[in-house]
């Protein structure tokens, strides 16, 4: 709802492999001396301008022990300056007519506003004053926590889903922080002190981890000139160390598990599997899971989990694939089947099964290939409708290790998957060794 | 101190007019539409909206509008459900049907390399849908699968009950979605009854944005809709909700109770409901500054969020409210509410409240209009409401004419504390029904 936590969730990543545009007659990209990436997407249509700030921190950046310190981090970002009351920051962007929010995930955590075309340079005052000038109270954080403790309860502890979700998180990573969740846990949110946000603070928020993006209706050397002006003067920090993360070691067994609830009324099956994401220079496999995912579970009629499960048997009411293109780290491919009336969680699973394995054996149809293929050439057109849509896409995309110029190669890369391509990275990923399968069952069934 | 000058300066400057331009187009067969022509990105966005939706249901048959929506892209004419998917992904066309309290609505985004033969499916699927055996019951699963998951969702059991609660016998008071037994007993007769009820030409709207002219939308629209019939189902009575104040608590398990409040609300043709809509966005609008936001969030941190909304459906006015809190923290923001409502309702707010939500709601009305699907939904929305097609240029003015006396006369007349009802779904600690 509000300061939203982005979640890596079955049903809530859109299928970004079918939305990233390229669009370099629009894009500019620059960077100031003291480090700050700026992203310019021009949108003239009309007179509105979103200002993003990405900092490349997230949830799996954090120290042990202090799982939730990005994202409350996030929240206490509108707890004021030295010049800005709390909560001042939003009243101010309230009062210019527009919107502003942040989000967490696993990889960075982004603070955007959206107004008008005119109000950017205030926009960057703000953004900047509070990258280095932050200063909240002991009372602040002590309120926060206790909206956090909200939010964790909102969103998590009151569904059955999600619990499955960071159960299964848990289980798929044995060594790297993916396992666990983004707005952490909840006896370590409960125990994030004052202290521990402002040596946070130091330690992460400088312009040289920074990625600014304005998208909309400038012009790309005056957003220049605003951002040397704003963000220009802020000195880099010097602590800023490559994001090396704990990796995976070879995964060679299946784990499964079941979570019973009694507020679960429709049971379903997932499986996600340890998947490689886009690499900088290096986004053919990726581009070729992304096609199978749409092959596989995207959205609509034709996927081949629907056709089986939905329309060659009544074997289940949904089913899905996802895949997670854009991140820092191997992520996940994931599957979901919710069984129809009077099938079983262990029948759904092995209808499942055997449209993997048949598929493994089959292949794609030509005609499915050839209309993804066409979608996916019908999404460059379509996104540009956004311009707050394509901040995002960059955004998240530089901010995981990707480049503008990877961005903007990844439809061409797409348009360039084969059906062999797409055969290789199925059967590398979809082993059972590499995958955690989850029920979330009814206390009923579960007996 | 050098900031808080810059802002004071930026406050002041004027506020933007919507300089978005509405051609009211007449099809050669005498249907009205409202275009934005923009020919920058090639493709059209277009958002047709028939009055009634589900409340059109007819006795006995809750669901048959809901499940008729969902069945349309189910096949029509030669094409079963796989052959129209097939045919809709090769064009690359995207369609959404829905349906809603007050209306179906159709939603379409296709190229313009294609645009004829994406019409001509749509078309084919609004008029001749199929409606055949398997579709029926694949998608009639789908829909039960989740009416019963809505019997164990807090949000979905408080919102059947606040229905009920507040409009009785009325279409309003239920799930438009049916019920299981409702829906299990729907027959394919039912759904063809529902199709022709619901999708006639004397209640349609119809707005597109994007690369396309008036003359050309004037062809689409009149080829997209030929052959629906030219009447439908009678539209619903109005209705007064039940105005009782009170807590109704419903146990359901979990860590958290959801909470959704309300009384009667104010009529859009009400001359006092701009000072209204200004009233609600300094309660509980989308900013973190609102009232609430700030007494239950930022001061108490009892939830996460908390909104209210002036919700105005075509037959009832209602202004709502809802938040989701820790079981031990639902009694005290219930009593922080309360004390808000009286609160505002005898005093009414500060100058300094009216002038923010002034300028968020002047500042942001410009900023809607970016995008051909949401200009193609607003443009919709202008229309059943009644608006004029320059209504964008003038809206502000009416926001600006709020003055802080009729903000209080408005919150007195409005705001009715003894009428204020929550519904609870949760187990929350020191809360009864009363």
């Known amino acids: ?447 | 101190m050098k900031l808080r000058i810059a802002f004071f300066l930026l406050a002041l400057a004027s506020p933007l007019q919507a300089e978005v331009a509405i051609q009211e187009v007449t099809s050669p067969k005498g249907i009205k539409a409202w275009l934005v022509e923009d020919h920058g990105i090639p493709f059209t966005s277009l958002s047709l909206d028939f009055k009634g939706g589900t409340s059109l249901d007819a006795a006995g048959k809750r669901g048959a509008v809901n499940l008729m929506t969902s069945l349309i892209e189910e096949g029509s004419g030669d094409l079963d459900a796989q052959g129209f998917a097939a045919a809709r992904d090769a064009l690359a066309a995207d369609f959404s049907f829905s349906s809603g309290e007050d209306s179906v609505s159709v939603s379409a985004r296709f190229l313009s390399e294609n645009r004829e033969q994406a019409m001509a499916l749509l078309h084919q699927a609004l008029v001749n849908p199929l409606f055949d055996q398997a579709s029926v019951e694949r998608v009639r699963a789908q829909i039960l699968s989740g009416l019963r998951s809505d019997l164990k969702d807090a949000s979905a059991i408080a919102a059947n009950l606040d229905r009920a609660r507040s409009f009785g016998d009325h279409p309003y008071g239920s799930d438009g979605s049916g019920t299981v037994d409702s829906v299990t007993a729907l027959t394919r007769d039912d759904i063809l009854a529902a199709h022709q009820g619901a999708l006639a030409l004397d209640r349609i709207t119809v707005g597109a944005a994007g690369d396309i002219t008036a003359a050309e939308l004037g062809q689409l629209v009149d080829a997209l809709v030929a052959g629906l019939p030219a009447t439908g189902a009678p539209q619903p009575a109005d209705v007064t909700p039940q105005q009782k104040g009170g807590i109704t608590v419903q146990d359901f398990p979990g860590p958290q109770s959801v909470v959704l409040f309300g009384q009667g609300g104010i009529g859009f043709d009400d001359p006092d409901y701009y000072a209204a809509s200004v009233l609600n966005e300094i309660i509980g609008g989308g900013r973190f500054t609102a009232r609430l936001m700030t007494e239950v969030r930022e001061k108490r941190g009892l939830t996460y969020g908390i909104g209210t909304a002036l919700a105005n459906y075509d037959h009832a006015a209602m202004l709502s409210g809802q938040f989701q809190a820790s079981n031990d923290k639902v009694a005290e923001a219930i009593s922080v509410i309360r004390a808000q409502w009286a609160l505002i309702a005898a005093e009414g707010v500060s100058q300094q409240e009216l002038d923010d939500a002034k300028t968020y709601m002047t500042g942001a009305y410009p900023l809607r209009f970016d995008g051909n699907r949401r200009i193609a939904n607003i443009l919709v929305g202008m229309q059943t409401l009644g608006l004029s097609s320059d209504y964008p240029k003038t809206r502000n003015a009416r926001i600006e004419a709020v003055t802080l006396a009729d903000v209080k006369r408005v919150a007195a007349k409005l705001l009715q504390p003894q009428d204020l009802h929550f519904t609870v779904v949760g187990q929350p600690t020191g809360v009864v029904s009363e």
């Open chain 1, 1 to 447: 709802m509000f300061r939203t936590l982005g979640r890596r969730a079955f049903g809530l990543i859109a299928l970004l492999p079918l939305s990233l545009p390229a669009m370099a007659d629009t894009v500019s990209h620059f960077t100031l001396k003291n480090g700050m990436e700026v992203v310019v997407i021009e949108d003239h249509r009309a007179p509105v301008v979103t200002q993003m700030v990405w900092y490349k921190i997230g949830r799996a950046d954090e120290a042990a022990g202090h799982s939730g310190i990005a994202h409350f981090f996030e929240h206490l970002m509108f707890k004021g300056t030295k010049e800005i009351g709390p909560n001042e920051f939003s009243a101010i962007v309230e009062k210019q007519g527009g919107d502003d929010n942040a989000f967490t995930t696993q990889d960075y955590t982004a603070y955007f506003q959206r107004v008008a075309a005119d109000r950017l340079d205030l926009m960057m005052k703000l953004e900047a004053d509070r990258m280095v000038n932050l200063n909240m109270s002991e009372e602040d954080v002590a309120t926060e926590r206790q909206v956090i403790l909200e939010e964790r309860g909102q969103r998590v502890d009151s569904d059955p889903g999600s619990l499955l979700q960071e159960q299964m998180g848990a289980a798929q990573f044995l060594n790297h922080p993916y396992g666990i969740p983004v707005i952490g846990w909840r006896q370590e949110i409960a125990a994030l002190t004052h202290d521990d946000a402002m040596a946070f603070y130091k330690a992460y928020y400088a312009p040289n981890n920074a990625i600014l993006v304005v998208a909309g209706d400038v012009d790309p050397q005056a957003v220049l000139a605003m951002a040397e002006t704003h963000y220009g003067p802020l000195p880099p920090s010097d602590k800023i160390k490559p994001r090396l993360r704990p990796a995976e070691p070879p995964q060679l067994s299946e784990r499964r598990l079941v979570l019973r609830d009694e507020r679960v009324a429709q049971p379903y099956v997932a499986r996600s599997y340890l998947a490689p994401q886009r690499k900088s220079g290096d986004q053919k496999e990726a581009a070729a899971l992304s096609v199978l995912a749409e092959l596989l579970g995207g959205a609509g009629t034709t996927s081949v989990l629907t056709r089986a499960l939905q329309f060659d048997s009544q074997t289940a009411v949904y089913a899905s694939a996802f895949y997670s293109d854009v991140s820092l780290d191997p992520d996940t491919f994931s599957l979901v089947v919710v069984p129809a009336g009077g099938v079983s969680l262990g029948d759904a699973e092995a209808a499942m099964d055997a449209v993997i394995a048949k598929f493994l054996q089959d292949g794609p149809k030509p005609e499915d290939f050839a209309r993804i293929k066409t979608q996916i050439r019908a999404s460059e057109i379509y996104a540009r409708d956004s311009a707050g849509g394509l901040a995002r896409s960059y955004g998240a995309a530089l901010a995981s290790g990707l480049t503008v110029q990877d961005v903007q190669d990844w439809p061409s890369i797409l348009q360039s998957v084969t059906p062999e391509d797409v055969m290789v990275a199925a059967r590398k990923v979809l082993n059972k060794n590499n995958a955690v399968t989850g029920w979330l069952a009814t206390l009923e069934a579960a007996k």
